[in-house]
């Protein structure tokens, strides 16, 4: 993927739209960390994120969305994903070429610029209990809430698979 076709937020809110997709995208300064965007939150409903992109031993890719106070255990990941071997976390370069996105803006709207399918995007099954998921809208300036069924509906239509497995060990709180 090139600079040239990366999707800005405004291709993403376009995207949703030729969905019928109606989410609501609050403004707020830029946030690195879960517990800055805790200080940030007001009453924004639903289950908030935290992304982690990993790779593994044989240079795959994989986006992890869970809850923002879930605890993944990154030794043991690799079993439960499906991984070769250990996993680590990706490079930022990487989460640029592959998600468009940079570290602390990660979310799993970034696989609307993932066009050759390189990152296996999975939700934690805590996570997708929650009938509204707020995630970053491919800046960290933002928290965009979507339901739950239209999340869905987003990652299939940009063909990738809606998976969904227990990622969390335990939640922190």
Known sequence: MTDMARKTRADLISFLETLGIAVTTREHPAVFTVEEAKALRD??????????????????????????????????????????GRVSFGKPEQMMAYLGVIPGAV???????????????????????????????????????IATADLRRFVEATGHDWNVLKLAAENAT
């Open 107 to 145: 979310t799993a709207f970034g696989v609307i610029n993932d066009a050759n399918h390189d990152v296996t995007l999975i939700f934690d099954a805590m996570l997708v209990e929650h009938d509204v998921i707020n995630a970053h809208p491919l800046t960290n300036e933002a928290t965009t809430s």
């Open 43 to 84: 009453s924004i409903p639903g289950g908030h994120t935290k992304n982690l992109f990993l790779k593994d031993k044989k240079g795959r890719h994989f986006l992890l969305t869970v809850g923002e106070d879930a605890v993944v255990d990154l030794k043991t990941i690799h079993q439960t994903i499906g991984a070769s």
